[in-house]
């Protein structure tokens, strides 16, 4: 049986691990296999990655004497103190890795700093180590960014683009444009209807769609399945999409024969299933015809649904379950503006010595 999506990036991501780990010493391959029970391979491949940018940095700046990452002992670690993580995170301001330059700001320093954090917890509760000195590193102070989202008029222009395939730009271009008008349509649209991820959407198969229930089955983060209801627009959308995709892969041509060999349900002109980086482009040249000043991404088409249903419904905790938030305090965090904007309007909701005019 041919592995599905998910199954294949999960193999994928686990060999990734292994080859980061065969460059860094021992004890991080032990950390790993620690952790595995309780994390998904792209949250184990985050964690050596920056675990190797750390070391990266220790082997250059502290712990010279050595010439190799794998040679670093854990008595070596041992050593380190808050200062040393806090130089650390200073240094990833703007730092040089493999010839190339990198900067992080808060929020990738907190997400780095946590990896930390987790990679020295494992060792310390192992008794690998006799502290765990991150515990003394304060986090970064982040500032929340304002949500980036589409208004209503916005989303209307977006989609009349796409339908119409009339993208500005090249001839070439253009032409592009005409052909896939109608899966871009449906990509935009079960966006901008559903709230799913970008990794969610691109790994769907013709199997998980039922357009008489109107719902899709999705394969949310950490493997787990999902059932998502959508409205007769989107349903719309993506039948008008479907009878293409149907009528090409009965052609006899390279494209159809290609088509007839997936089970992907959004695909390339190639008949292969269509990439994230290839949906973040579509995105992209289309919010940028229509609302150049925004940088709208696929998660931007997220957070647009995620007002919507928020300013629609007023429950954070149906939000929270659509959109596939283990913690509704995520939810909060990321609707916090509208929530303000809620309560606003709330104010004049309950009268007081008004009411006995009613009566």
Do not use: W
């Not at 502290?62 to 050593?79: G, V």
């Not at 253009?174 to 649209?189: C, F, N, P, S, W």
């Not at 980086?277 to 150049?292: D, H, N």
């Amino acid at each position: 049986m041919k592995a599905g999506y998910f199954d294949e990036r999960n193999e994928k991501t686990i060999e990734k691990i292994r080859a980061v780990c065969k460059t860094l010493p021992p004890y991080v391959a032990e950390f790993v296999v620690g952790v595995q029970m309780r994390t998904s391979a792209l949250t184990r491949l985050g964690y050596v990655s920056d675990i190797k940018t750390f070391l990266e940095y220790l082997l250059a700046e502290k712990f010279t004497q050595y010439t190799d990452m794998r040679a670093i002992p854990l008595s070596a670690l041992e050593t380190l103190e808050a200062y040393d993580f806090e130089l650390y995170l200073d240094y990833l301001s703007a730092y040089t890795r493999n010839g190339k330059k990198y900067r992080c700001g808060a929020h990738s320093k907190e997400r780095k700093l946590a990896g930390l954090r987790t990679f020295f917890k494992h060792l310390y509760k192992r008794d690998r180590i006799a502290a765990n000195v991150t515990e003394k590193v304060d986090m970064p102070k982040v500032h929340d960014k304002p949500i980036l989202y589409l208004e209503v008029n916005e989303i209307a222009d977006l989609l009349d683009m796409a339908e119409s395939g009339a993208l500005p730009g090249s001839e070439r271009r253009q032409r592009y444009a005409q052909k896939t008008r109608l899966r871009d349509l449906a990509i935009l649209t079960l966006f901008l209807g559903t709230g799913v991820r970008i990794s969610e959407l691109v790994g769907l198969d013709t199997g998980d769609l039922d357009l008489k229930a109107n719902a899709v089955n999705i394969t949310r983060k950490g493997g787990n399945k999902s059932v998502v209801y959508f409205s007769d627009e989107v349903r719309a959308a993506l039948k008008g999409y479907l009878a293409f995709r149907d009528g090409e892969q009965t052609a006899d041509t390279p494209l159809g024969r290609a088509i007839a060999e997936t089970s992907a349900l959004f695909i390339s002109l190639k008949g292969n299933r269509i990439s994230v980086r290839a949906v973040e482009l579509l995105v992209k040249k289309y919010a940028a015809a229509v609302t150049p000043l925004k940088k709208i991404t696929p998660h931007k088409l997220r957070s647009t649904y995620g007002t919507t249903l928020y300013r629609e419904t007023q429950d954070i905790y149906v939000v929270a379950d659509v959109l596939g938030h283990n913690d509704v305090n995520t939810t909060k965090k990321h609707y916090a503006a509208v929530s303000d904007e809620i309560r606003r309007g709330a104010a004049n909701a309950v009268r007081l010595r008004d009411k006995r005019d009613e009566k």
